[in-house]
Structure formats: structure tokens, C-alpha cells
């Protein structure tokens, strides 16, 4: 059973950056979709930022150059690097993946560009970010 633990979150005053961070405790297959989603007190769970085994992303478009994926290169953490954060920003954040052997290149893309939480199959616990302004 694929585990992820997501961290790097915490409290930031208005325009402050952050970086989190989601290690994969086990092996995944060669071919996933990886991605943030965050939930704010009251609202729905949305995806933010997703990134394939291929480097592909798609961010929503309220973070869009605001926020930045990224993975290492073994392919065990992921990161998402948040910069100009606003006080909307504040969200617990969740890391989350799906992942099994031989996805489709379309496929693929129909999950990084949906956001769609039924898609994946894997969810970390959630780390709170609190913007303050």
C-alpha cells in the first residue's frame, strides 16, 4: 500500500513563500500522476497543481505562476514551491497520486487535467497553511 506523508506547511504572513513537500513511503509504478489538492474551512477539496512521470503540469488557474511542482529525480518526493501567498491561499493541502502500471499518455493527461479527486487513488494526511495579511 503506497503511503503519502506531506509536510512543509505552517503559518506565513501575506506575499511569504512556502514549500511542500509529499514523500512516496513505497514503490509506485513507473507511470503516475501526482497532485496538490487544498480545502479551505467550509469549501470543497480542489486540485491546484498536478505533474505526470513524464514532467507534464497543470496548475488551476488561480495559482497559475504563482505556485510551481517539481520531483526528484527517483521520483520519491514531491514539492510544490508557493510564492506571493495570499491570505485566500490558507488551506490544509493535501499530496495525492495514482498510479499503476502502464497508464496511457492519455490517460494521463485526462487525470492532470481534470483534478478530479475520484482519479486518484493514494492520499497523504494534509498540511494546514495559514496566510496571514
Known amino acids: 500500500q503506497v503511503q503519502l506523508l506531506a509536510s512543509g506547511g505552517g503559518s506565513v504572513q501575506a506575499s511569504g513563500s512556502l514549500r511542500l513537500s509529499c514523500s512516496v513511503s513505497?514503490?509506485?509504478?513507473?507511470?503516475?500522476?501526482m497532485a496538490w489538492f487544498r480545502q479551505a474551512p467550509g469549501k470543497e477539496r480542489d486540485g491546484v497543481a498536478a505533474?505526470?512521470?513524464?514532467?507534464?503540469?497543470n496548475y488551476a488557474d488561480c495559482v497559475n505562476g504563482q505556485f510551481a511542482n517539481s520531483r526528484d529525480s527517483d521520483k520519491k518526493v514531491l514539492y510544490l514551491q508557493m510564492n506571493s501567498l495570499k491570505p485566500e491561499d490558507t488551506a490544509v493541502y493535501y499530496c495525492?497520486?495514482?498510479?499503476?502500471?502502464?497508464?496511457?499518455?492519455?490517460?494521463?493527461?485526462?487525470?492532470?487535467?481534470?483534478?478530479?479527486?475520484?482519479?486518484?487513488?493514494?492520499w497523504g494526511q494534509g498540511t494546514q497553511v495559514t496566510v496571514s495579511s
Open positions: 505533474i505526470d512521470n513524464d514532467g507534464k503540469t
Open positions: 513505497q514503490y509506485i509504478y513507473h507511470d503516475y500522476v
Open positions: 495525492a497520486a495514482t498510479s499503476f502500471h502502464l497508464m496511457t499518455m492519455v490517460y494521463k493527461a485526462y487525470i492532470l487535467q481534470g483534478f478530479k479527486r475520484g482519479d486518484f487513488n493514494f
